[in-house]
C-alpha cells in the first residue's frame, strides 16, 4: 500500500500533467480544483451536498505516456482507516499513492493503460469505469 502524503497548496500531477489546486468556497471551506492541460474541469467544496469519495475516474494520454487519475473526498474517520487506490486493467492491478489536500481530498495518478479504478476506506468501497478524457489543446 502507498503512503498518503499531505501536500499543501496543490501540485502538478507528472503523467498527466494536470495541476491540482487548493481554492476557497464558501464559508472559508477548501475547495479543490482540478485543471486539465485544457482549462478547470471539476470543483468540489469540503462538506457540501454530495461529498463522494470518489468524483472523477479518468484515463488519457500525453504525446510520451498514457495514464489514469482519479480523486474524490476524504471519508470521515478516514485515518483510522486508510485510502486505498487501485487501477486495473484485466488481471493487472497497480496500488497507487494517494496524496492528500487540505485533510478534506485527495488524489491519485498511475502511468499506464487501465479501465477501473477501486478506492477504499475501511468498510467503504467504490469501483468504477475510467472515462476516456481526450486533450483538445496542444501541450508546448
Do not use: C
Not at 461529498?51 to 480523486?71: D, H, I, P, V
Not at 499513492?97 to 487540505?102: D, N, Y
Amino acid at each position: 500500500m502507498g503512503s498518503v502524503a499531505e501536500a499543501a497548496g496543490g501540485l502538478v500531477l507528472p503523467a498527466s500533467g494536470w495541476d491540482v489546486r487548493i481554492g476557497q468556497g464558501s464559508r472559508w471551506r477548501p475547495a479543490l480544483e482540478m485543471h486539465t492541460t485544457d482549462g478547470l474541469i471539476d470543483v468540489a467544496v469540503a462538506g457540501g451536498l454530495g461529498q463522494a469519495m470518489l468524483r472523477g475516474a479518468l484515463r488519457g494520454r500525453t504525446e510520451k505516456r498514457s495514464w489514469a487519475l482519479a480523486w474524490g473526498q476524504l471519508p470521515e474517520g478516514w485515518r483510522n482507516a486508510p485510502l486505498t487506490v487501485q487501477f486495473r486493467a484485466g488481471r493487472t492491478t497497480r496500488e497507487a499513492e494517494a496524496t492528500v489536500l487540505a485533510d478534506a481530498f485527495w488524489v491519485a495518478e498511475a502511468e499506464g493503460v487501465y479501465r477501473s479504478v477501486i478506492v477504499s476506506a475501511g468498510l467503504a468501497s467504490r469501483s468504477v469505469r475510467l472515462h476516456r478524457y481526450v486533450q483538445t489543446s496542444r501541450q508546448s
